[in-house]
């Protein structure tokens, strides 16, 4: 199954980064790239292990996902339970460890490490469209964590998180 990963150190504890990449509504998309909007199923009102939320993706792909995992502030995890033709599977997984601060200064810093996999179909074309969605799904994902370590450094995103603990 093909993996795709990025990777980034952000100038904020692991707590406070987990606590980023958790935020939802108009400060999620002040740093998620990835989304056009996305909210919790079944009555969820906050993510948890087994919770279910519907994203729709910025191309306008839609798609069903649950938690499989969630154990702030280290990882979280996901998979996809409906979603695009293209994908047979989908899941993904959020790690947070802390990390060396890259300015020096001291400050608490994070190593944020994102890993995707999936599966296409249909399997006659899975090869050649695996290659394809690999390249695609890896740009996407580098562009994700990248707005995610802005959001990092963001004010508005950091007092919204603050506010939330």
């Not at 958790?22 to 400060?27: E, I, L, P, R």
């Not at 056009?36 to 279910?52: H, I, Y």
């Not at 799904?137 to 562009?143: A, G, M, S, W």
Request: with cysteine; charged share 25%; proline share 6%.
């Amino acid at each position: 199954m093909p993996v795709v990963e990025s990777r980034c150190v952000v100038p904020v504890d692991p707590a406070t980064a987990f606590a980023v990449s958790q935020t939802t509504g108009d400060v999620r998309l002040r740093w998620d790239p990835f989304i056009r909007r996305q909210r919790f199923l079944d009555g969820a009102e906050r993510p948890a292990k087994g919770v279910r939320t519907f994203t729709v993706h910025r191309l306008g792909f839609r798609m069903v996902s649950e938690y499989v995992s969630y154990k702030p502030p280290s990882n979280v995890g996901m998979k996809m339970t409906e979603g695009s033709w293209f994908f047979e599977r989908l899941g993904g997984g959020w790690r947070f460890s802390p990390a060396e601060d890259e300015s020096g200064d001291g400050r608490s810093a994070t190593l944020a490490v994102w890993r995707y996999n999936f599966a296409c179909r249909p399997k006659w074309l899975a090869p050649l469209a695996e290659r394809i969605g690999g390249a695609i799904l890896q740009r996407d994902i580098d562009r994700r964590i990248r707005g995610f370590a802005r959001g990092c450094e963001d004010q508005v995103v950091l007092a919204a998180v603050a506010a939330g603990r």
